[in-house]
């Protein structure tokens, strides 16, 4: 079975460090997807990219955070300098928009602590 | 007002039970997502759909898209059902999902 990968799966560090997470979505989807995930907020969308131009960043704290797509097969989302704030689980997800009737494929996530 | 309202919050059943988690939005969709989380664990999608009904297995999803609502349904509930159930929206023109706070499912032996 297809799936989009998360790396790392737990990441915890101190505030003030750079924060990077990685996602390597199904070959052949054309979307990708970042969410956030935290107790007090539920599921957030914070980016997305179709054909890895971004479409929608308005949900991410454009100081701090960065999402790039540098080719199809890989997308990051980038924390500096990150902040206890911060800590939550981070999903990707990715989709095609050439499947029509299609959901998005979530990966396990990546569950940040920052102290 | 969140876009997307879910109910209940909680719900605990005996096995066997039937369910039914609700789910109102207020924005015009091209989509609504029923999403699966397992404590810890990652999300599946359960359900996509824009009209009518679908069914897998035990489980069965509903719209109706004058009335802004889906139903999600799982006949004979069991003990590995227990999870949080997500529902979520496309907006029209996006791909976007806007998702409810879910709704934590205990299901007892």
């Known amino acids: 079975d297809a799936r989009v990968t998360q790396t790392p799966r737990h990441k915890v560090t101190e505030m003030g460090q750079e924060v990077t997470m990685r996602c390597q979505p199904i070959?052949?989807?054309?979307?990708v997807f970042w969410y956030r995930q935290t107790m007090m907020q539920g599921l957030e969308l914070l980016a997305y990219f179709r054909n890895r131009a971004p479409l929608d960043d308005s949900g991410m704290p454009k100081d701090r955070f960065s999402a790039e797509m540098p080719d199809a097969t890989l997308a990051t989302l980038k924390i500096q300098p990150s902040e206890p704030r911060d800590s939550a689980v981070y999903f990707c997800a990715s989709g095609s928009t050439r499947q029509g009737d299609q959901p998005q494929h979530f990966g396990d996530g990546t569950r940040l602590s920052i102290l | 007002k969140n876009e997307v309202e879910q109910s209940p919050q909680n719900l605990t059943a005996q096995e066997g039970e039937f369910i039914t988690i609700n789910c109102s939005y207020s924005v015009g969709i091209s989509a609504l997502h029923w999403l699966q989380q397992h404590p810890g664990g990652g999300i599946v999608s359960l359900f996509m759909l824009s009209s009518g009904k679908k069914k897998h297995g035990r489980l069965i999803a509903t719209i109706n898209i004058q009335e802004k609502h889906s139903s999600l349904h799982i006949t004979a509930s069991h003990p590995r059902d227990s999870a949080v159930y997500i529902c979520?929206?496309?907006?029209?023109?996006?791909?976007?999902?806007?998702f409810g706070t879910g709704t934590r499912l205990q299901v007892f032996p």
């Open positions: 070959l052949g989807h054309n979307t």
């Open positions: 979520a929206v496309s907006p029209h023109n996006t791909d976007k999902l806007i």
